[in-house]
């Protein structure tokens, strides 16, 4: 199926479309031209990968990867490594390099403008000059799916009143069972500085369980466990332990499975459900590992999956028509989160944002600048396999297949827009993960997406 309009997807920003001017197409109800309803299916996919259920990487090269990336990659941290007292300028850089006052004027969810006062108040709540000569660093685990800030402080803010998808102030999420090191504490003792594997923020202090090292980082390494293949599941509902109860858990979250198997667990008998063990808090809210259940019948898997080209279309597709969430804002994830979650149901890590993600020394990738011709990057593209991300500043897609020779392309975005033969563009809002072409989508008057691709990211040999 050959295209007849120039698409332009627009993202953020917000882009414009010079591209050549075809003959008109009417557009489908949803106003998504190229894309037909078997196309937003997996299965689709599925059919015209080939070799689908080959192994794309086999399990020893992935742990190769992950700790090239820990080692080599400036954006992550290898929490293993860290000694147990930091020097206090290396804290207090990690502080005031995210927590810095505004430089435009914000506004909160209500329209009202953030005043300088405020901002200033975050600040000095920000208290860089109480971090010490050396810090001496604690560890915790994340209890549940929690906010990581760019202040201490839980208002959302945005760039214009009305405004509200994407929050300034959201830096990412963090999900149950995650390491973090504690190097920090806000003025009023209610939110912690902490270092998680892939980002640096500030968190509610009541969502980390703290604990001795060895336990909190031996957590993620617990043997035989459970990995959530779904979207998002849920433990159990159980009256008896709240803190454990309808916990949620999102793609990618791997738990220990309890090594002794009890009959019964929180009132409720465990044979036709998993066991494992859950972070929460305990006595003087230390960490406490609390045996829990999550469904048989819920979208997980003992170990990880093989990673192959069949399972990463269906794993992204088990995304499709979510609502896009800045910084996994809103319940949801980013177009880099998105991505990071899909691989890391089969154990692949992935810096968390964008640039980081496109850039990363230890990731396969095949880089692009202004001297690569656009007949160069067309033949990249059409040979892209399954899974491979293609990059443009500030966006990351994931290749999905073939029609006719021109890839397709899943990612969440926030719209989509087309050229009409009348040099119209028709803006269509998309605000989720969405099924488009690539070739054809146009960024600003005179390029391409292809034309901005700063490289593609190949999670293969």
Excluded at 222 to 233: F, I, K, N, Q
């Amino acid at each position: 199926m050959r295209l007849t309009l120039v698409l332009a997807l627009v993202f953020l920003a917000g882009c414009r479309s010079a591209a050549p001017r075809p003959a008109p197409l009417a557009a489908p109800l949803s106003g998504v031209i190229g894309v037909t309803e078997e196309q937003l299916s997996a299965d689709y996919w599925v059919r015209r990968a080939g070799a689908a259920r080959r192994v794309v990487l086999p399990a020893a090269a992935i742990a190769q990867q992950n700790r090239a990336l820990l080692e080599r990659d400036s954006s992550m941290f290898d929490l293993e490594r860290l000694p147990a007292r930091l020097s206090g300028d290396m804290v207090r850089g990690w502080v005031t390099r995210l927590s810095r006052a505004p430089t435009r004027q914000l506004y909160d969810e209500r329209g009202d403008s953030v005043t300088a006062a405020e901002t200033a108040a975050l600040v000095v709540a920000v208290q860089p000059e109480a971090v010490p000569a050396e810090v001496a660093v604690r560890f915790g685990l994340v209890t549940r799916r929690t906010d990581l800030r760019t202040f201490p402080t839980a208002r959302r803010v945005f760039s214009s009143r009305g405004g509200t998808d994407i929050d300034r102030w959201q830096e990412t999420a963090l999900f149950p069972g995650t390491p973090v090191a504690i190097v920090h504490e806000s003025r009023d003792a209610r939110w912690w500085f902490v270092v998680s594997p892939t980002y640096a923020a500030w968190v509610p202090k009541t969502h980390v369980a703290p604990g001795h090292r060895v336990v909190v980082l031996g957590y993620a390494a617990s043997e035989p466990y459970l990995v959530v293949t779904g979207a998002r599941v849920r433990t159990v509902f159980t009256p008896e332990r709240p803190a454990v109860s309808e916990v949620e858990l999102d793609m990618g979250v791997r738990l220990p499975l309890a090594q002794a198997r009890p009959q019964t667990v929180n009132g409720q008998n465990a044979y036709a459900a998993h066991v494992v063990l859950l972070p929460a808090r305990g006595n003087g809210d230390s960490l406490a590992l609390i045996p829990t259940l999550v469904p048989r019948s819920a979208d997980v898997a003992i170990g990880y999956p093989p990673l192959t080209a069949e399972g990463l279309l269906r794993q992204s597709f088990k995304f499709l028509g979510e609502r896009y969430g800045w910084g996994h804002s809103y319940n949801g994830r980013d177009c880099s989160g998105f991505v990071g979650e899909v691989y890391r149901s089969f154990g692949v890590e992935l810096p968390r944002n964008t640039g980081d993600q496109a850039t990363s020394p230890a990731l396969n990738r095949i880089a692009f600048t202004s001297a690569d011709s656009r007949a160069a990057r067309l033949a990249a593209v059409r040979e892209a396999h399954v899974g491979d991300m293609i990059h443009i500043p500030g966006h990351t897609m994931m290749v999905i297949g073939h029609v006719d020779g021109e890839p397709y392309i899943i990612h969440d975005v926030t719209g989509v827009s087309y050229r009409g033969a009348d040099g119209a563009v028709v803006r269509v809002p998309l605000n989720g993960v969405s099924v488009t072409p690539l070739v054809t989508l146009a960024s600003g008057p005179d390029a391409t997406w292809v034309d901005r691709m700063t490289g593609i990211v190949r999670v293969r040999p």
